[in-house]
């Protein structure tokens, strides 16, 4: 098994960054596909982001290709999203997933991931 805490959301103005971190413990990091979704009220979980086992094995949603970078530190068991160029449509709740340890690469899909953390709010404002 493995624990994720997420941290790093907070409140910003639209054009602005944030880094969010999901540290992990328990079972070995390196060996988790890890994904970044999100939550808006009233809405399904999203994908915005995922690595595979090989750090430079990344996937992004469309909306955020250029702007989001996932990276994973299995050094230190972090998974980081650096956001910049924030937009009010991406406030939400953000969550990040491990999928594995039997899998290799990310999926897009919430389903495929077994371990969440409880999420940290993002907030955009215009």
């Known amino acids: 098994q493995v624990q994720l805490v997420e941290s790093g959301g907070g409140l910003v103005q639209a054009g602005g960054s944030l880094r969010l971190s999901c540290a992990a413990s328990?079972?070995?990091?390196?060996?988790?596909?890890m994904g970044w979704f999100r939550q808006a009220p009233g809405k399904e979980r999203e994908f915005v982001a995922g690595?595979?086992?090989?750090?430079?094995?990344?996937y992004y949603v469309d909306s955020t290709k250029g702007r989001f970078t996932i990276s994973r530190d299995n050094a230190k068991n972090t998974l980081y999203l650096q956001m910049n160029s924030l937009k009010p449509e991406d406030t939400a709740v953000y969550y990040c997933?491990?999928?594995?340890?039997?899998?290799?690469?990310?999926?897009?899909?919430?389903?495929?991931?077994?371990?969440w953390g409880q999420g940290t709010q993002v907030t955009v404002s215009s």
């Open positions: 328990g079972s070995s990091f390196s060996t988790y596909a």
């Open positions: 997933g491990a999928r594995g340890p039997s899998y290799y690469r990310a999926s897009r899909n919430a389903d495929d991931y077994t371990y």
């Open positions: 690595i595979s086992r090989n750090p430079l094995d990344t």
